[in-house]
Each structure stands twice: as structure tokens, then as C-alpha cells.
């Protein structure tokens, strides 16, 4: 009963939190990159 592996790259981190975060932030930004604030 081996947990689940939901991405190679988190084994052996053991900070699959850092890597979603990280993850997060790179997605926000392409999405400010290609949808600017129209402000």
C-alpha cells in the first residue's frame, strides 16, 4: 500500500506543498502576462 504518487518530480522533496505554490505563482503570472489589468 504504497501512497500515491501524483507527480514524479515531488518524490524525494518531500515539499509537494512548495512545489504546488511554486506552480501557482508561475500560472498567475503567465496569466497576467497574457490577460494584463485592464486598469
Same mark, same amino acid.
Given at each position: 500500500?504504497? /501512497?500515491?504518487?501524483?507527480? /514524479?518530480?515531488w518524490e524525494g522533496t518531500g515539499r509537494p506543498e512548495d512545489e504546488l505554490n511554486f506552480k501557482g505563482v508561475t500560472m498567475d503570472q503567465a496569466d497576467l502576462e497574457l490577460n494584463p489589468p485592464s486598469d
Open positions: 500500500s504504497e /501512497p500515491v504518487r501524483l507527480s /514524479p518530480g
